[in-house]
């Protein structure tokens, strides 16, 4: 592989998931950028949250996405909101490509644990609507590829190889 693949796409769209399946299977290197902040930080995700706020969180992530892309190439997935940023969508088409992992609206909230997402306080559904009904036009502006990760997860990840390998980033 000379390019990282980027796994882009709301939480629960299963970025982390397929994205050790696939750097498995090609037999590189998972990266999972929101545990690469938490260990440059040396804190969780909701203490940078109430810490520093939405704003300071995303400045870790682009320092993150920034190391990764220097770093040798592999399977990273990114966190929700990368994409909201153009200097990490420009990183990361410079440096890999960017698959979109799209997903089912009513999946992702059966499978996404409130309690482990700062941004989803109150109440998840109408939060998870709010964000996907924000976010879903950038995630598409912001792909090379637009994958729909239906069905199960080694099923997915035998489709995504083949998409990968069609659109010649393998």
């Known amino acids: 592989m000379r390019k990282h693949i980027y796994l882009t796409g709301m939480m629960g769209s299963g970025k ?5 399946m696939l750097a498995q299977r090609l037999g590189c ?7 690469y902040v938490e260990r440059a930080a040396g804190r969780t995700i ?4 109430a810490q520093e706020g939405e704003a300071g ?22 966190g929700g909101g990368a994409v909201l940023r153009e200097e990490n969508v420009a990183l990361m088409r410079k440096s890999g490509v960017v698959v ?26 109408e939060r998870m609507r709010t964000l996907h009904a924000a976010r879903s036009a950038r995630y598409h502006e912001a ?20 998409t990968l390998r069609l659109y010649g980033a393998l």
């Open 57 to 78: 969180f995303r400045d870790w992530e682009t320092r993150a996405l920034r190391e990764i892309a220097a770093g040798r190439p592999g399977v990273v997935a990114t």
């Open 143 to 162: 792909c090379d590829i637009a994958f729909d990760n239906g069905g199960s997860p080694f099923d997915a990840t035998r489709r995504l190889v083949e």
């Open 46 to 49: 909701p203490q940078i949250f």
């Open 16 to 20: 982390t998931t397929i994205g050790r």
């Open 29 to 35: 290197p998972f990266v999972d950028a929101d545990e």
């Open 100 to 125: 979109l992992l799209d997903r089912s609206l009513a999946d992702m909230l059966h499978d996404v644990s409130q309690e482990e997402r700062p941004n989803l306080a109150g109440d998840k559904e």
